[in-house]
Structure formats: structure tokens, C-alpha cells
């Protein structure tokens, strides 16, 4: 057996840095988790605003990736993509999607379930015409998910969509845009010693949280 994978099977290391008590189900999970997005930035969390976005296409099959979250707001998280994604694609057919942050510095993870839907347009333009222009032009370069022959070809696209836009401010293409997780369910998960880790639970009925504490 090569050395790393002997590595991999014999790391055992455990989860150390923090704990939850009882108290925090009194809290609104999104202050909450806004709270412990605001520690992972001041730690320098590599990335705290990576979080994996999972969907499920009408077939019932399942597909992850790893995105930015651009907006904290009070009714959720926002995301910005081609509106002609597979991800976009997946939530037009099923909007209930789950969301993942995991910050390492911290041992700490939250989970989101919710209802995505997309964002005003008045709130990609704004998200639209804060990116670079190198990432205006690649909006429009992509055909995101779309097979393609070669580098060469996106890499052609770009340039096409560099001389159109020569000159002038790029908008905003009508297929990009944002994505608005409405969160039904939120779990604070905070890594224990011996693998006892805490588990905290926010579940949505109607207007309403409901708490409880799980087994790790």
C-alpha cells in the first residue's frame, strides 16, 4: 500500500477548538451564522466564502460544486451563475437545494437546505458591475456547461467578446445572474474531541425556528 494512502486511513487527529452550548438555540440562526462567518473572515479562514451548492436534476440525480457566496442578507445567501448552467438547469426543475460551508481553521461546518430562486435584476446589475472586466467578458464568453471542443475555442469566444464590448462598459447578459437560498433549514455543526461533535438545528415551520440538538 503506497504511503499516503496509509496516511489517509491512519489520520486520526481530533477536533479541538470550540464547542456549543444549549444557549445558542435562543439565537436567529442567520445572525448566528453571519456571526460565525464574520470570525472565519477575521481568522483568515482560507476561502470563507466557498461553500458547495448541491442540486438535484428531474432525474433525481444529484450534483455538487463549489461556488462564492457574494450577498449575506436577511432572507438568505446569494450567488451569482449562468442562468443556463447545469446548476440553473437543476433548480429550474427543482428548486430545493442544499449549501455547505466548511472553515478549517475553525472545525467548524454549516449546512443550509432551502429554496433557491433567482435574485431582481436590479441586484445582479449591481453584483454584475462590481466584477473586473476580465470577468464581465468571461460571463459572456462562457457557454457555462456546455461541452467545447478545446481551450482554444473558449479562449477564441473571449476574444470575440473582447472586440464587441472595445471601448464601452460591458453589461449585464440576461442569462447571468443571482440566486437567493431561502434557508428552511440551518445546521450548526462545531467538531468535538473523540468525535462527540455537537450538532445544533434550526428547522423552519412556517414563521417560525424550531431547535433541537442531534447525534454526531
Known sequence: MKEFVTKLR?????????????????TDPMLLFQKWYE??????????????????NKDLQPSSRTVYMKELIEE??????????????DIAENPKVSALFYWDCLERQVRLNGVAE??????????????PRGSQLGAWASKQSAAIQDRASLEKAYNAVEERFKGQDVPRPEFWGGYLIRPTYIEFWQGRPSRLHDRICFVKDKNRWEVHRKNP
Not at 491512519?10 to 435562543?26: N, R, V
Not at 438568505?76 to 438547469?89: D, L, R
Open 118 to 131: 433567482k435574485v431582481p435584476e436590479e441586484m445582479s446589475d449591481d453584483y454584475f458591475n462590481s466584477r
Open 76 to 89: 438568505g445567501i446569494v450567488f451569482y451563475t449562468n442562468y443556463e448552467s447545469q446548476k440553473a438547469q
Open 39 to 56: 470570525e472565519a473572515y477575521e481568522r483568515n479562514c482560507s476561502e470563507p466564502h466557498a461553500v458547495t451548492i448541491s442540486t438535484v
Open 10 to 26: 491512519d489520520d486520526h487527529s481530533d477536533f479541538e477548538s470550540g464547542k456549543l452550548e444549549d444557549d445558542i438555540k435562543s
